[in-house]
């Protein structure tokens, strides 16, 4: 697996795409075929989600990655957008997929901008 060092490294090299909560929330409302990845813990997810999420903890991203459908625009999402921007640069890094977004601020910020129905922690 991935470590801190790996992840900054790479980090140094490129900038992440990245969408906010607001523009997920118009995105969705509009219809559009987006995938939501939670890269978040079991627990986690069992206390707040965004509906529709599938969960795919970090840690199984690896053995896990061929869930994703590369031809779907697919936000990863975690608390508060660490964890699923390491998913993301490995998922670009590892399995070359290009149709990624870091939900920026992660669930956190999507509680407190778009949906305060989902609990905030």
Not at 51 to 75: F, H, N, Q
Request: glycine share 6%; with cysteine; charged share 20%.
């Amino acid at each position: 697996m991935w470590t801190t060092k790996h992840f900054l490294s790479l980090l140094s090299l490129v900038m992440l795409p990245e969408i906010t909560p607001e523009d997920l929330q118009a995105r969705l409302q509009g219809g559009e075929d987006v995938q939501l990845i939670d890269v978040r813990q079991p627990e986690e997810f069992t206390y707040c989600r965004i509906e529709g999420s599938l969960l795919i903890p970090l840690g199984e991203l690896a053995s896990r990655a061929e869930e994703i459908d590369p031809d779907r625009p697919t936000v990863l999402i975690c608390h508060h957008g660490v964890r699923s921007m390491q998913a993301l640069a490995y998922l670009q890094h590892r399995h070359e997929l290009t149709n990624l977004l870091n939900l920026r601020g992660g669930i956190h910020a999507w509680s407190l901008r778009v949906d305060p129905t989902v609990a905030v922690y």
